[in-house]
């Protein structure tokens, strides 16, 4: 059973997740970020749901600490309306994934269950040799930061199928985290004119081109993940 750590200062919000997550893994908790690194460093968890907003170290200095550690916990950062400055930075850090409050149960397990089926994929580059295997690996390289690798299996997702907005949606993603906004944009709507409804590529563009554009809300365009550019 894999183990969740939960690291919030709300009891509210911990007793939730528990009650959420109980069934199918083993939870702890922790009330702020002192407490979370000391128990991070007692022992070993697959999952960390890591406030952003915290007493003492916040979210954001707690996920710098968990990459110090040298932690291979997949991280899942908890945020609140207007306290995430941007989900990018996140993933730069080493973050995974986010939950936006608030939240429903779904959501929750939803999110847990993407992270974790990602971080034990076993799926190897000499295996890839579909539209989907190279889009999942792809996914699995921006999650690490490897943008180059996962630029790489998107081209050849694209060469597989020039007919499908996931790849181009991607694509753009690693532009925008590479700060290239108006390539991304580029992107995302190379995705849309292939699929107008598609909605990640939707939330992106509507995101990259809002007035006071923040970037804390980038859609992968997982089956689980809810687009914040609304």
């Known amino acids: 059973m894999a183990k969740v750590l939960v690291i919030d200062d709300e009891k509210n919000i911990r007793i939730t997740l528990t009650k959420c997550l109980e069934k199918d893994y083993e939870v702890v908790t922790a009330v702020n970020g002192e407490d979370g690194l000391e128990k991070i460093e007692e022992g070993d968890f697959e999952i960390i749901l890591?406030?952003?907003?915290?007493?003492?170290?916040?979210?954001?200095?707690?996920?710098?600490?968990?990459?110090?550690?040298d932690s291979e916990a997949s991280v899942i950062m908890i945020t609140g309306f207007g306290t995430v400055k941007t989900a990018v930075e996140a993933m730069k850090l080493g973050a995974l994934d986010y939950l936006r409050k608030p939240f429903s149960s779904d959501e929750i397990r939803g999110v847990v269950q993407e992270v974790l089926e990602r971080r034990t994929s076993k799926l190897q580059e000499e295996e890839l040799n579909s539209y989907e295997?190279?889009?999942?690996?792809?996914?699995?390289?921006?999650?690490?930061?490897?943008?180059?690798?996962?630029?790489?299996?998107?081209?050849?997702?694209?060469?597989?199928?020039?007919?499908?907005?996931?790849?181009?949606?991607?694509?753009?993603?690693?532009?925008?985290?590479?700060?290239?906004?108006?390539?991304?944009?580029?992107?995302?709507?190379?995705?849309?004119?292939?699929?107008?409804?598609?909605?990640?590529?939707?939330?992106?563009?509507?995101?990259t081109t809002k007035f006071n554009y923040e970037r804390k809300g980038i859609n992968l365009g997982d089956e689980n993940q809810e687009g914040d550019g609304k």
């Open 50 to 69: 890591l406030d952003m907003k915290l007493p003492g170290i916040d979210g954001m200095e707690v996920l710098k600490k968990i990459e110090e550690l």
């Open 133 to 207: 295997d190279y889009l999942n690996y792809a996914k699995s390289c921006i999650n690490q930061r490897d943008f180059k690798k996962g630029e790489k299996y998107l081209q050849k997702a694209v060469a597989l199928d020039t007919s499908k907005p996931e790849a181009f949606n991607l694509l753009g993603v690693i532009l925008e985290l590479r700060d290239k906004i108006l390539e991304a944009q580029k992107k995302y709507r190379a995705a849309l004119s292939l699929d107008p409804t598609y909605q990640p590529a939707k939330d992106n563009l509507n995101r």
